[in-house]
């Protein structure tokens, strides 16, 4: 076993025993869930707010990257299926 493995494995033991003590008490741990609940309300509704910023902005956001990416996946599949017909042709 390498010293990375090592390192790893003490680390995810070191973040296991944390975790177990942060949910030990169930009053602290609701509270845990309840703030990450709404750090994620928070990430939602400053993700949307960007995007509504970028688009009055007309600049791109990383959504409109993504769905292009995913166009042009498409169309790649449709081209390659396109020139498979030709080729058979």
Do not use: C, P, W, Y
Request: proline letters at 0%.
């Amino acid at each position: 076993m390498g010293i990375a493995s090592k390192l790893k494995e003490r680390a995810l033991g070191f973040g296991q025993r944390a975790m177990e003590r942060l949910f030990a008490d169930e009053k602290r741990a609701q509270r845990v869930v309840d703030v990450m609940g709404k750090a994620q309300q928070a990430k939602k509704s400053l993700d949307s707010t960007q995007r509504v910023v970028m688009h009055q902005l007309n600049f791109a956001t990383r959504q409109d990257f993504k769905d292009l990416g995913r166009q042009l996946s498409g169309l790649k599949k449709r081209l390659r299926s396109l020139d498979a017909k030709l080729t058979a042709l």
